[in-house]
């Protein structure tokens, strides 16, 4: 099977010729987020661990702006995120479930303690790209706070 970095170049040679604009411009931004990486690694290219967290990035990015463009009513904007995010949600890994994130909490806790910093790094180390780190956060902190 390809690895992440030659399925998303032949993605964008696809698009490229099928005129794709929006599709073209989306993967443009995610090579160049890859290479950046790569850079700042000092690595020629990435595995798909390392590309992973670059493609999440890139979703959490369109999140926001879908986020802001409701809250400016900028329809616009929204269906270009909207449509970037959907792109970009293709070449994650399916996202886990919050009862699935609540085993890795408990796991996590029973592992590590009940301290918030190192439960949210054992679970996003275990969830590998499968889970928004907000969401995780939001999740960790309801079930670390005390009950009254």
Do not use: C, F, H, W
């Amino acid at each position: 099977m390809a690895t992440l970095t030659e399925r998303i170049e032949a993605d964008y040679k696809t698009a490229l010729k099928a005129g794709e604009r929006r599709r073209v411009d989306t993967l443009r931004l995610v090579k160049a987020a890859m290479q950046r990486t790569a850079i700042e690694k000092r690595k020629e290219t990435l595995d798909d661990q390392e590309v992973l967290p670059v493609i999440a990035q890139q979703a959490k990015q369109r999140r926001e702006t879908i986020e802001a463009a409701k809250q400016g009513r900028r329809d616009d904007v929204l269906a270009q995120a909207t449509e970037e995010l959907a792109l970009l949600n293709g070449y994650l890994p399916q996202q886990l479930s919050p009862e699935t994130l609540q085993q890795l909490i408990e796991e996590a806790i029973a592992a590590v303690g009940p301290a918030q910093g190192p439960v949210m790094k054992y679970v996003m180390g275990k969830a590998a790209g499968a889970a928004d780190g907000k969401t995780v956060s939001q999740l960790v902190a309801e079930r670390l706070k005390p009950k009254a």
